[in-house]
C-alpha cells in the first residue's frame, strides 16, 4: 500500500509540474493575447486537460485496483494541491487567507474548482478507459 501512495505523490509531482508551466503560459501567452479577463478561466480548461491527459498517461503505473484506491488517489491529489496553494500563498508569497482563498472563486473567472474536481475523478476515469479499475 505504500507504494501506491508513493506513486500517487510522484505522479502529483509531476501534475504539479504541469501547474507551474500553466502558470507560466497564463502570464506569458494568455494574457497577453487574451486579457485578464479570458486568461484565468483559459489557464483553468488548460490546467484541467493536462491533469487529465497525464493521468491517463501514468494510470497503467498503479496496475489494477479496485475502484475505490482511485478514488483515494483522487482525493489524496485534491488534497495535496489545496495544501500547496494555501501554505505556498500564506507562507511563501505572503498572501493571507482570504487572498489565497481566492483561487476558489469562479465568480472571477477562476476555474480552480474544475481543476480540483478533474483531479479527483481523473484516477478513476482515467483507469475504467485503460480498463483497469
Known amino acids: 500500500m505504500t507504494r501506491l501512495w508513493l506513486r ?3 505522479v ?3 501534475l504539479l509540474l504541469a501547474a507551474l508551466l500553466n502558470a507560466g503560459m497564463r502570464e506569458r501567452l494568455f494574457l497577453p493575447w ?3 479577463a479570458l486568461a484565468l478561466p483559459v489557464s483553468g ?7 487529465f491527459v497525464i493521468t491517463l498517461l501514468l494510470i497503467p503505473r498503479f496496475g489494477r485496483l479496485p475502484a475505490v484506491h482511485y478514488f483515494g488517489i483522487g482525493l489524496a491529489w485534491v488534497m495535496l ?4 496553494e494555501f501554505l505556498l500563498g500564506y507562507f511563501a508569497l505572503g498572501l493571507g487567507w482570504r487572498e489565497t482563498a481566492r483561487a476558489l472563486d469562479v465568480t472571477r473567472g477562476n476555474l ?3 481543476v480540483l474536481l478533474v483531479s479527483l475523478l481523473s484516477p478513476w ?8 479499475a
Not at 480548461?45 to 491533469?51: A, C, D, E, F, G
Not at 494541491?81 to 500547496?84: H, I, K, N, P, R
Open 45 to 51: 480548461i488548460t490546467l484541467s486537460v493536462l491533469v
Open 125 to 132: 476515469l482515467a483507469a475504467r478507459l485503460r480498463e483497469l
Open 81 to 84: 494541491t489545496l495544501a500547496c
Open 8 to 10: 500517487a505523490a510522484a
Open 112 to 114: 480552480f474548482v474544475l
Open 12 to 14: 502529483w509531482l509531476v
Open 34 to 36: 487574451l486579457g485578464e
